[in-house]
Structures are given as C-alpha cells and as structure tokens.
C-alpha cells in the first residue's frame, strides 16, 4: 500500500479522535459550570485513569516510531478504540451525562477548526514540519485536557457576547412586563423547595411563572424570562443561586424584584465563598435590591446567622416559634405534618404530605408573602393541603423489592442533612439505611461536617452504605469512634454499585435515605 495514502489515513483517524476523548472532558467543564479553575481541579484529582495510561503509551510510541507508518496506523487504530470505549463507559455510568447544549455545540465546531488545521498542517507541509505538525496533532487528539482548555479559550469572547445579548434582552422583556410582581428567593439550602411553594399558594389567586427545576443562576433566570415570560404572567417567583460574591446582585440587576425571601444563610460552597460572611453578605445582596424599591424582604429568623446579622435591617420574620409569622402546635408523622399557621391575627389549621421540620419553616416563609398579596386563609389552608413534594426533596418513593426511598438527592447542606436522618427516624419499626458520598464545597470545613454526619447516621440508621473511596474517609473515621456494627458499613464506588448493595437487605420493612445524589465530578 502507498505510505503517503497510509500516512494520510492515520492524520484522519487522528483528527476524529477527539469527538470521543473530549466526552468525557467537556462533560467536567459544563458541570463545573464552565469555570477552568474547578475544570482543572477535576482533571488533577481525577484525570488519570486506566484508560489514560493506555492513551500516553499508544501516543509516546506513535511519535517515537512515526517513520514506520503501518505500525503507526496500528497504534493510532488502538488509540481510536481506546478512546471510543472510554466515551461509551463514561456516557453509561455517568450520574449527569453531557449536555450538548449550544454552548457545547459551539466548542464542538472550535475543535472541529483546531483538527482541521492541525490535519492540513500535518498533511500539506515539508517533511521535518510534517514530523512535528504529526506529533501536536497526536497530543491534541489523546490529550483532551490540553485541547479543552484550547477549545475553551477560543469560544470564551463568543459566549461574553451572547450573554451579553441574553442578558440585555431579558432585562427588556422585564421592564416591558409594566404589571409584573418579582419576588426573589434566595438561601443556602431550602430555596427551591420554597420557591415551588410559594408558586402553588399564589397560584390559587395569580398567574405565576416560576424558574423551573433548579434553574438559579443569572443564565438559567435569563433562559426563563426570554423562553417563557408573557404578558398574562402576574408574578414572577424567581429561585436565585450563588457561588460567589456579587452573584445575586446580577440577577437583581435583570429582574429588579419587588419582594424577597431568604430561606438561610449557612455553610455552603465554601471553596468559593471562603466564609459564612461573605454568604450572609452576598445572600443578602436580594436585600439590598428590593429596598431600593421599597419591597418587603421575608428572612427565615431560625437560621442562626440571619438572626445573629439582620438586627438593623428593615425585615418581615418568619420561623417556628419566633418571627412574625409562625408556625404553632406541630406535630409530625412519616405522612406528613400538621400546624397552626399563624398570620399575623389569623391563625390556621393546616395539614401537607410534606415531611419534616424545615418544610413547616419553608412553607411558613411562603405562605407570609402569599398572605400579604391576597391570597385568602380558605385558598392557603386548601393549597398546603396541596403541596407535593419537590423532585429529589425527601421525595417519598417505591423502590427495590417493595422497600421505601426517602429521595434527598438534591440536598447539599449540613443542616439539611440532619433533617433528613430526623425524617427517617420517624419510620418507627422498618429497618433504616442511607446511602450518601457526603457533602462538597465546604471548604476546609468539609471533613468535619461529613465526620458530624457521619456520627449522626449511626444513631439513626441500620446500614450505613457510603458512596467513593476517599469521600467515604470522614464517615468512617466518625463510625470507628462508635459501636456501631461495622459489617453493616459499605463502601461503593458509585451509585449504581450502592444501589446493589441496598438490595440485599431491602424488603417492605426496609427505608433508604439517599441522601445528596453527587454528580460525576466529584465522585472519586
């Protein structure tokens, strides 16, 4: 066979490698939202794997062997397939599998150009330039962190832009809306659930548009308003996240809400927050925004620091036992709860489906800005007997050979965390389990909350099945210091494999919290 037609056979293969090496890292960028620094901490932690060692070998003798180019068609074949299996293993165990948003489409057609250069220049140059044009063509192909950070750098500018626009547009859409209420509601956990709630009890007296699933921040609040916002739309509930200062502010500066709640203020997402101040003060940043308009900001007075930090600010309490507005006479079972709501003078019997402590307090908040916006005892008392529970929110399911599924996947805070064991405990006479890797961004305060989990879940539980080798270390350590039944203990590597676990012990008598349902990138 003719090298140069061999030659040009191999360049091909190796430009369409990185369709399937970069699966797998593109699908760490948009799960860390973008952001290179929390990209590259991943690729650090977790980017060599078997399939790695593979690829550096391949590739080394491929460069080093480059003058024999049946063999080199050999190992670049074998690279292929390496890369090939690699991106269908990841696609079918991955908890939250790429996207292929238009962003992602976007860095798709970057790299497209990339290889198309790199393969023109590996194929259309003199013989020594050849030879190193072949060799950076082969490193782009294998090494996908390189070519990522590559494809990254050149469709940033292009995505400012487009937000840009989006942003522009939504704040438009907004001030075109000349009726339209905006209540915002932000917290480090409960937000929401909150959000949900306060969307069904207005409902029953407006028209409300409300940011779907878990969409908080600016980009998923602009998608919302530009996607969904129409004139009939009464009030907008809009859920707003932060994993850094100045967060909330920008979503206050496109929506400009009327109203606020602060569900809580605590310990989360302190790798980029630092400290329990700067989350108070960006929280509080939704404050700042709706007394600029005059608007009553709802803050739940049970969160320890809110009460310790809002004594001089213009705020509507809101709690179990103190605030303004309460809740009075709880009593709770494993089929809910019942409560007096208490109104200002009005005072309510009401009972939910939804379970827990934190819920009653959740449900109080929005029921005191529905309140205030006229919705009535009768049309309250009606809707919270109503209330469903929020996706992945001790959600309560069927699963495995008839046993009971509190599902908490989507809880990621340590007093949230707590509650939710408080929950299963309610399960009087069922055998108890949890399956949980714990919780992340909490900065150098990350092993002793999960250690304070960790002894939490041996007084509750019956099994105990944690989720990662090295996520696992702080529950262990914490159950090693108890006399808590060591071969009732698990370790898995991955949800799937917890999950199996599970099923030799479940039965109709059996309940499993699943507790923070971690996505790929920080499961190791």
């Not at 977790?46 to 590739?59: A, M, N």
């Not at 602009?222 to 994993?243: Q, S």
């Not at 509190?406 to 408080?422: K, S």
């Not at 203990?489 to 109709?508: K, R, T």
Request: charged share 20%; with cysteine.
């Amino acid at each position: 066979m003719n090298t140069e037609k061999i030659y040009l056979a191999i360049c091909i293969i190796a430009a369409i490698i990185p369709f399937f090496s970069s699966y797998r890292q593109l699908q760490m960028l948009q799960q860390n939202s973008y952001f290179p620094s929390r990209y590259f901490k991943w690729v650090y932690d977790s980017y060599f794997t078997q399939f790695t060692g593979l690829t550096i070998v391949f590739c080394a003798l491929s460069i080093i062997i480059r003058f024999n180019y049946v063999i080199d068609l050999i190992i670049v074949c074998l690279l292929f397939a390496v890369q090939i299996a690699d991106a269908i293993l990841t696609h079918k165990k991955s908890i939250k599998k790429l996207v292929f948003t238009a962003r992602i489409k976007r860095i798709y057609v970057a790299q497209t150009l990339i290889m198309l250069v790199a393969f023109l220049l590996a194929t259309n140059t003199g013989n020594i330039a050849k030879g190193v044009f072949f060799s950076i063509l082969l490193l782009l192909s294998v090494f996908s962190p390189l070519l990522t950070l590559i494809d990254w750098g050149i469709t940033w500018p292009i995505e400012k832009i487009f937000n840009l626009y989006y942003k522009y547009d939504a704040e438009e859409k907004i001030d075109a809306c000349k009726n339209l209420t905006v209540i915002g509601v932000t917290g480090s956990y409960g937000k929401t659930s909150t959000k949900f709630i306060l969307a069904r009890l207005l409902s029953e007296k407006y028209n409300v548009l409300t940011t779907p699933l878990s969409y908080n921040t600016t980009l998923g609040v602009v998608k919302t308003v530009r996607e969904n916002l129409r004139p009939h739309h009464d009030i907008f509930v809009c859920e707003m996240g932060a994993k850094t200062n100045g967060d909330i502010k920008e979503i206050c500066d496109i929506v400009k809400p009327d109203m606020g709640l602060i569900t809580s203020v605590g310990a989360q997402h302190l790798e980029t927050f630092k400290n329990i101040s700067n989350v108070f003060k960006t929280k509080f940043e939704l404050y700042d925004a709706v007394k600029k308009k005059n608007g009553d900001v709802y803050v739940n007075i049970e969160s320890k620091t809110i009460a310790a930090n809002c004594e001089n600010k213009d705020c509507k309490t809101y709690g179990l036992v103190g605030g303004q507005f309460y809740a009075d006479n709880i009593t709770y079972s494993k089929s809910g709860s019942t409560f007096t709501l208490v109104l200002e003078t009005e005072r309510i019997e009401v009972s939910t489906k939804l379970l827990g402590r934190h819920n009653v307090i959740n449900i109080v908040g929005a029921a005191a800005i529905a309140y205030k916006m006229g919705v009535t005892p009768e049309q309250l008392k009606f809707a919270i007997s109503r209330l469903e529970s929020t996706e992945h929110r001790l959600e309560i399911k069927s699963t495995i050979n008839g046993s009971t599924m509190i599902d908490d996947a989507y809880n990621a805070n340590p007093e949230g965390c707590i509650e939710a064991l408080n929950v299963l405990s309610h399960f009087e006479g069922m055998q108890k389990a949890i399956i949980t890797p714990g919780l992340v961004e909490l900065g150098d305060k990350e092993y002793d909350f999960n250690y304070k989990l960790g002894l939490a879940a041996t007084s509750v539980c019956d099994i105990i099945i944690l989720v990662g080798q090295k996520r696992s270390a702080p529950f262990t350590d914490a159950i090693s210091t108890t006399d808590f039944n060591s071969e009732k203990v698990f370790v898995a590597s991955s949800f799937a494999e917890a999950m199996n676990i599970y099923s030799q012990f479940a039965n109709s008598k059996t309940v499993v919290l699943v507790e923070n349902d971690l996505p790929d990138n920080y499961l190791n």
